[in-house]
């Protein structure tokens, strides 16, 4: 069984940045990919960002497009989410799950549940 663990959250100030983690491990990620999700207070949860693990290609929603950039070191079995200008409306938990396709718009994971997550707080 594939446990992915999401680290790396903190308190910035806008204009700030983060890099979050996502750490596979159990055995080798062999998901087609991992996508990232936000879920904002009160919100429902938000598919930010997907990355292809085969190549690293990358999909972007467009509130993040041009401030995040995913990526994956497959042989480390970990995936990132490079966070930069950060907007108090980043403010979240974010969380990465395995994914069994490459596309944007899942509001769930595809494969297992929510993890904890990772807190992101952006102070204005």
């Known amino acids: 069984q594939v446990t992915l663990v999401e680290s790396g959250g903190g308190t910035v100030q806008t204009g700030g940045s983060l890099e979050l983690s996502c750490t596979v491990s159990g055995r080798t990620f062999r998901y087609f990919a991992m996508n990232w999700f936000r879920r904002a207070p009160g919100e429902d949860y938000d598919q930010i960002a997907a990355?292809?693990?085969?190549?690293?290609?990358?999909l972007y929603a467009d509130s993040v497009k041009g401030r995040f950039t995913v990526s994956r070191d497959s042989t480390k079995n970990i995936g990132y989410l490079k966070m930069i200008n950060l907007k108090p409306e980043d403010t979240g938990v974010y969380y990465c799950r395995a994914a069994h396709n490459f596309l944007l718009g899942h509001s769930y994971p595809e494969v297992g549940d929510w993890g904890q997550g990772t807190q992101v707080i952006v102070s204005s």
């Open positions: 990355v292809l693990w085969s190549d690293g290609s990358a």
